[in-house]
């Protein structure tokens, strides 16, 4: 059940970060769990069939990567643009439910387009901190698993203030 509740457990970090930067509400680990209650009924069908994707997807690009050619390698390349398009869209996708808990799921889904790919600059940002701080958190002992998810979200309230 963990691996495909990836999205809801995201939309919670984003709902306890906007509350820590809003409310200044410093119970941010409580605060996952109350967003977790909000959130994994209108994220997870989403969540299970981007799961399925990500293994699809996934398997693509292994078994791509053994071959070569210029078909394979246009192939590669398709592949791995629409994992970066997907990667950006869910951050942004967590940010909207994150900062409007009340709102539906089709309004967090037309938010986090808007957010992701309406903008160069806001869609680069995006996909920067999900891939630049897994990275850089790499020197603290378990740092990509705490930071690397919750500094892409934080990075993406912060620019979805901007725009």
């Known amino acids: 059940m963990g691996i495909v509740t990836w999205l809801p457990a995201l939309a919670a970090v984003g709902?306890?970060?906007?509350?820590?930067?809003?409310?200044?509400?410093?119970?941010?680990?409580?605060?996952?769990?109350?967003?977790?209650r909000?959130?994994?009924r209108p994220l997870l069908p989403h969540s299970v069939l981007m799961t399925i994707a990500a293994v699809i997807a996934a398997s693509n690009l292994s078994f791509l990567s053994g071959r070569s050619g210029p078909l394979v390698l246009t192939l590669f390349m398709i592949h791995v643009g629409l994992v970066a398009a997907a990667v950006t869209y869910h951050l942004a996708l967590a940010?909207?439910?994150?900062?409007?808990?009340?709102?539906?799921?089709?309004d967090w889904r037309r938010t986090a387009f808007r957010l992701a790919f309406t903008s160069v600059p806001r869609g680069t940002a995006l996909l920067g901190a999900a891939v630049a701080a897994?990275?850089?958190?790499?020197?603290?002992?378990a740092g990509p698993l705490l930071l690397g998810t919750t500094v892409p979200v934080l990075a993406g309230l912060l620019v979805a203030d901007h725009s």
């Open 15 to 36: 709902f306890a970060l906007n509350r820590w930067r809003t409310d200044g509400d410093a119970r941010c680990f409580t605060g996952v769990f109350v967003g977790w």
């Open 38 to 40: 909000k959130y994994w």
């Open 95 to 106: 940010v909207a439910a994150g900062r409007d808990p009340s709102g539906s799921a089709a």
């Open 134 to 141: 897994p990275v850089f958190s790499l020197v603290v002992p």
